[in-house]
Structure formats: structure tokens, C-alpha cells
């Protein structure tokens, strides 16, 4: 059993008497430099720093440690974008027990008077700042937790880049310690001085940006994406996405993705959904990272490659969509690799897709949808409808099976 520690600001004097006690039973202490120096040599205690880098030297430098009681030394709550989830992650939920101290969130939201309910926390620590475009709202009030001494300034220019260069930024650095800071300004005038090592950013978005809020229901407008013409347009694709269902934590799989829009629109419903955007074309490749990356979800999979080739090596998809390239070939293997309770949702514009969508139906069940989209357009000094070609849409869902009742003797 690892036994996890989490020490506020003001050092040891913030532990609780049950994690004090935790502590003083260790035979060996693992930490940050930082979380060593708080304590005093003694006999028959050993002092072990993190390895650089952390990941690949982690189990070694545990089981190093010997069967003694071994104690990690971790900064407020572990389980805050900290080492305590690593360690479950890594060793399993058995091997951990978490002493959790005052989080920095908690803090933050003290000092700001924000309630729980009210704010939302957004972590960017080992992450990519460009994370912060998806969370971004008229009147949001986010805590963003950071890394780095330039942080601060790397979110205001996000902010600015996305319109909200009004929004009021408060950097709270070294928080619950003696030394603890505040720093308050705006995000156009922000003047780039470096936060201290210990700080995170609390965001009050501008009321009324100068450029209008993204919403998370999908059907972004097609100009929120760059294209060459290949893209999914906004009235089906948000029919797509009803189809395909985003919750929390799925897995989906994007092929044939073109511009990336129905991949990223789900990656964009959840922070932890994991999108694999598969596209033969180099160049539609880079513009799915591009379009990834500024619309909040630069974590996006992008796998440049055919989709019969790519769909063995993707993890189980909880959710497929196919927007090109249908082959019996690719729909069967998207079916058999389809988890139990998941979603495959085909689009076709061609009479032989369709076709093939007519006998995938009659295989695997599900339903046909032939979509139609007229637009307005002027014709002379008048106006007349123009139609679109025709979608035809296959959705279908695999069954859950039925698990046996439980037998009550």
C-alpha cells in the first residue's frame, strides 16, 4: 500500500493529526525536492526524490524503495491534476490511499467567492493551452490550473485570440501560505510578467466577446472549420452526432474524416471523449489537427491512412462514424469492432453507397434516412430554393446482451 500525503503551502503544519501520524510511521518518504526539504534527517527514514522524467522511472524508483511503509509527499488534494492519480492509474485503486489536503480549487474558490456549482475547473497542467478554447462562455468563471511562469500570459492570449479580451484574469500564486499572492488585470492589457512556480488562473469571461460563443450543441456553422469543400454540413451533420450520442468517456472513431468536423464536435461534448480521426490525405490531415487544435480539442487522434487499413490498430470504438470511403469491407470491420450498446451511424450520396447501405441494413438492422437540405439563394433580383444532394443516412445501434437474472435462493 502506497500511502499519499497531501501538503498545503504552509508546509507540515497544514497536515491533519491522521495524515501527521501517516507520515511519521514512514520508512521511506518519496517526493518533489520542494516536499523533501520540509523534513529533518532521521535515523532509519530514507528521503527518495521523483525521477526526471517522472512516467518511465516511477515503479522502478517504488520498488526501490523496499518493503518498508512508503509514503508519497503530494502538493494539496493528490487527486487534483496530481501524483495521487498517476499512482491509482499506474498501480490500481488497491495499491493507493489517499490523505488529501486542502485542494488549490478549494482555495481558489475561497478566495474569489465562487461557488462550485457556479465555476468550472479547467486543467491545463501537462496539457495544451489551446484545451481552454472549448470552455470558453460569455459570464463562464473558470480555475485553470497551470504550469509554467508564463501560464498567465499564454492564457490571456488565448482569450484575446477567441475574443474575450475583456475577461478579468486573477493569478493566485502560493496559495494558503504565508507568502501567498494576488495579481488581478484584464487579458488585452495583460502585461506578461512571470507567476510564481505555485499558481493558477482564475478566468471571469467577458460578458459580450467580440466574436460570437461556440455552443457545445452540435452543428457548429461551417465556418467554424477550414475546408476544401469536403465537410460534413451543419443541419446533417448535427443529425450525425443525435445518432451518435457522445457521453462522458467514449471512444469514437472518425473515418474518412475530411475536414474532422463530426469527430471533433464529439470530442467537443465531453472533455474525456477520445477521438480517432482517420484520413488518407496528408493535407486534410494537418487542416483536422488545424481545425482541432482551435476549437478546443488539440488531443484529437489523427491517423493519416486508409480506413480499411487503419481500423485494426484503433481501440474498441463505443461510437463509428463513416462520412467516406464505405466499403462492406470497412462496415463489417466497424461492426465487429462496435462495443455492445455502441453506435455506427454511414453517410452515402452515391447510388451505389446507397446501395450498400440498403444491404448493411438488411444485415445488421438499424434505420435509413434520406436527407434533403434546400437554401435560399437570390436568383436575379429574386429569391429561390436551391437543393443540396440528398444524404442518405444509415444509424444503428448493437444490441446490449441480456445478462442472466440473479438467482435469490
Known amino acids: 500500500m502506497i500511502e499519499v500525503v497531501g501538503v498545503g503551502a504552509s508546509g507540515l503544519d497544514s497536515l491533519a ?6 507520515l511519521e510511521s514512514a520508512d521511506v518518504v518519496v517526493g518533489g525536492e520542494r516536499h523533501l526539504r520540509m523534513l529533518d534527517a532521521r535515523p532509519g527514514r530514507r528521503l527518495v526524490p521523483w525521477p526526471s522524467p517522472l512516467l518511465p522511472g516511477l515503479r522502478r524508483t517504488l520498488e526501490d524503495a523496499g518493503p518498508g511503509r512508503v509514503v508519497v509527499l503530494a502538493s494539496g488534494d493528490p487527486l487534483v491534476s496530481g501524483i495521487g492519480a498517476t499512482l491509482v492509474r499506474e498501480l ?38 489551446d484545451l481552454l478554447r472549448r470552455h470558453l ?34 493569478v493566485l500564486g502560493d ?14 492589457s495583460w502585461d506578461g510578467r512571470p507567476a510564481t512556480r505555485l499558481h493558477l488562473v ?18 457548429l456553422p461551417e465556418s467554424a472549420f477550414e475546408h476544401d469543400g469536403q465537410l460534413t454540413k451543419r443541419i446533417v451533420r448535427a443529425a450525425a452526432l443525435a445518432h451518435l450520442a457522445p457521453q462522458p468517456g467514449d471512444v469514437m472513431w472518425d473515418l474518412g474524416a475530411g475536414a474532422g468536423s463530426v469527430g471533433i464536435e464529439f470530442a467537443r461534448a465531453h472533455p474525456r471523449n477520445e477521438v480517432h480521426a482517420v484520413e488518407r490525405d496528408r493535407g486534410r490531415a494537418e487542416r483536422i489537427r488545424r481545425n482541432a487544435r482551435r476549437l478546443g480539442v488539440p488531443g484529437l487522434h489523427v491517423v493519416e491512412a486508409a480506413s480499411a487499413d487503419a481500423v485494426a490498430a484503433l481501440p474498441r470504438p463505443d461510437a463509428v462514424f ?40 438488411t444485415r445488421f438492422g438499424g434505420s435509413l434516412s434520406r436527407i434533403g437540405v434546400e437554401e435560399l439563394e437570390p436568383i436575379g433580383r ?25 438467482v435469490v435462493p
Open 17 to 22: 493529526p491522521e495524515a501527521r501520524r501517516v
Open 92 to 129: 490500481g485503486e488497491e495499491a493507493v490511499h489517499i490523505h488529501p489536503g486542502v485542494s488549490s480549487v478549494a482555495l481558489a474558490r475561497a478566495r474569489m467567492r465562487w461557488a462550485a456549482e457556479d465555476s468550472e475547473v479547467v486543467t491545463l497542467v501537462g496539457r495544451d493551452v
Open 137 to 170: 462562455a460569455p459570464r463562464a468563471r473558470l480555475v485553470v490550473l497551470t504550469s509554467g511562469a508564463d501560464a498567465p500570459a499564454r492564457v490571456a492570449a488565448v482569450l484575446v485570440e477567441e475574443g474575450y479580451a475583456g475577461s478579468h484574469l486573477t
Open 175 to 188: 496559495l494558503g501560505s504565508a507568502d501567498e499572492t494576488r495579481t488581478d488585470g484584464v487579458a488585452a
Open 202 to 219: 482564475c478566468v471571469r469571461c467577458d460578458d459580450q466577446p467580440s466574436r460570437p460563443g461556440r455552443s457545445l450543441v452540435p452543428g
Open 322 to 361: 463513416v462520412g467516406g470511403g464505405a466499403t462492406r469491407e470497412v462496415l463489417d470491420a466497424c461492426w465487429s469492432a462496435l462495443a455492445p450498446g455502441g453506435r455506427l451511424v454511414v453517410h452515402g450520396v452515391t447510388v451505389e453507397t446507397e446501395l450498400l447501405l440498403h444491404d448493411a441494413r
Open 382 to 406: 429574386l429569391h429561390g430554393w436551391k437543393p443540396a444532394r440528398p444524404i442518405v443516412q444509415w444509424s444503428v445501434e448493437r444490441s446490449v446482451p441480456p445478462t442472466d437474472p440473479e
